[in-house]
């Protein structure tokens, strides 16, 4: 993402997009509407920071085989008994208060929710 001020408010723009901004074409000339020299745009390329935050391949990979082999912590099957038995928000506070944050909590939540429903599949 670029971030640039405009007036008072900031424009966020998005770089995945590779395609260039569209000029109105150059005359050649030093003078008048459109004037500069005639030049092809470069393609904006994404940096290695726009990356930062995204699951890859191998850490992947990684965690579903430690989840496979560890299984679940206690306070996690906890949840998943608290979700089972149908006390959604219960689940949630507990998470919550484990992890510190609401949105941690609600990510865990989903997460357990998620692995629930894997299991049923398996039956």
Do not use: W
């Not at 590779?18 to 005639?38: D, E, F």
């Not at 008994?81 to 909590?105: E, I, P, V």
């Amino acid at each position: 993402m670029l971030r640039s001020l405009v007036g008072s408010e900031m424009c966020i723009r998005d770089r995945s997009n590779t395609m260039p901004k569209v000029y109105p074409p150059k005359t050649g000339l030093a003078r008048g509407p459109n004037k500069g020299h005639i030049v092809e745009p470069l393609p904006l390329h994404n940096k290695p920071s726009e990356k930062k935050g995204k699951l890859g391949a191998k850490v992947s990979l990684a965690r579903s085989v430690i989840r496979e082999m560890v299984g679940f912590t206690p306070y996690e099957r906890r949840c998943m008994d608290l979700l089972n038995q149908g006390f959604d928000k219960r689940a949630l506070k507990f998470c919550k208060k484990r992890l510190g944050t609401h949105s941690r909590g609600k990510r865990k939540r989903l997460e357990m929710e998620n692995e629930i429903q894997k299991q049923k599949m398996k039956k």
